[in-house]
């Protein structure tokens, strides 16, 4: 049975479930009036669309990533509340629906979500090395001078983005405009998390060979208690870039455990923001590679081994 090949999930109908949302990734299930079960099928977006075909068990991958980090971050970061409730899948699916869901989904708890993309960066690549290179800034804040590509940061900086609708753009916020959206009082407490959470989060990545160049959060909120809540995936090479560690060397492009490979793919063929692209075998087979490979370091086992032990 373990030599049964897994197969590639880009939509999942749950009759039992009323669905309440499908993001790029995700599908999300009511389960009742404070639950949720969260849904990762096998869908990638790159540069904000989705590919019209999946990666093989990347449902699975971000899925346990994520419940990992769950447990870690609870431990090391004091007082961080997370939405994440079980892996075990709601009494309500059929057995049919359970084997679908499973191993890719969690029940969380169902908050209010703040409309920011926390994003943290250590290390200064992508969007945020094109702007620095034209301005001196990241996300409109002045940054040291003579900072090196993939070079850290002399501390994490948080540069929020708006969180987009379906189809639209997430746009660069400074952190004044995050205070605007949100209020004062829970756009620091947010900015202090976020940092908190990349900070323990590298920390314990670089201890296995990983480096967390950059990630994004996001958090909603307890109206019950008033405490803000991590919820969404957590530090998976979807919402992340993970670099090895061994190979890293500042001023060049670095290798990568995540989207990288399929985005430069993307743009050397001129592809970059298509809709309805579909990755050759190869790319598919590459990129979940290299999500598998981020996946061991980080939970110190293999993915076989963490769903054998889910039963
Ligand atoms: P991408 O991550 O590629 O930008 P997306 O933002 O559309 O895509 P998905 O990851 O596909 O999102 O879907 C997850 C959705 O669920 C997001 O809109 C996220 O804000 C929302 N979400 C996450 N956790 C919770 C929660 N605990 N309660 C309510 N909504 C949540
Ligand atoms: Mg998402």
Same mark, same amino acid.
């Given at each position: 049975a373990t030599n049964t090949p897994v197969p590639v999930v880009t939509s999942i109908e749950l009759a039992s479930l009323p669905k309440l949302a499908s993001g790029k990734v995700r599908d999300l299930y009511t389960v009742?009036?404070?639950t949720l079960l969260f849904v990762t099928t096998d869908r990638i977006s790159a540069y904000d669309v989705i590919m019209a075909n999946g990666v093989p068990l990347k449902g699975a991958i971000l899925t346990q990533i994520s419940a990992h980090w769950f447990r870690v971050l609870s431990g090391a970061v004091p007082g961080l509340k997370t939405h994440f409730l079980t892996l075990t899948p709601p009494a309500a699916l059929t057995p049919a629906e359970r084997q679908l869901v499973r191993a890719r989904s969690m029940q969380v708890r169902k908050l209010r979500v703040f409309?920011? *993309?926390?994003i943290v960066r250590g290390y200064i690549t992508g969007s945020a090395w094109s702007e620095y290179q034209k301005s001196g800034t990241v996300h409109g804040l002045p940054q040291p001078a003579g900072l090196s590509q993939c070079e850290p940061f002399p501390e994490p900086i948080y540069t929020p983005s708006t969180k987009a609708e379906l189809g639209q753009h997430d746009e660069n916020i400074s952190p004044q405009k995050a205070v605007e959206i949100v209020g004062e009082r829970y756009a620091s407490r947010i900015e202090e998390l976020a940092l908190q959470v990349y900070k323990a989060g590298a920390a314990y990545a670089r201890e296995r &060979?990983?480096?967390?160049?950059d990630t994004k959060f996001e958090f909603g909120l307890? *109206? *019950?208690?008033d405490e803000i809540v991590l919820i969404d995936e957590v530090l998976t090479p979807d919402s992340s870039r993970f670099w090895p560690a061994d190979g890293y060397e500042v001023g060049r492009d670095q290798d990568s455990f995540d989207k990288q490979y399929l985005r430069n793919w993307l743009t050397k063929e001129g592809l970059? &923001?298509?809709? &309805?692209v579909e990755m050759p075998a190869d790319v598919a087979a590459a990129t979940g590679e290299r999500y598998l490979d981020a996946f061991k370091r980080l939970v110190g086992k293999t993915l076989e081994e963490t769903l054998a032990e889910l039963g």
């Open positions: 009742d009036a404070q409309p920011l *993309e926390a &060979g990983i480096i967390i160049a307890d *109206e *019950e208690t970059k &923001g298509k809709d &309805g």
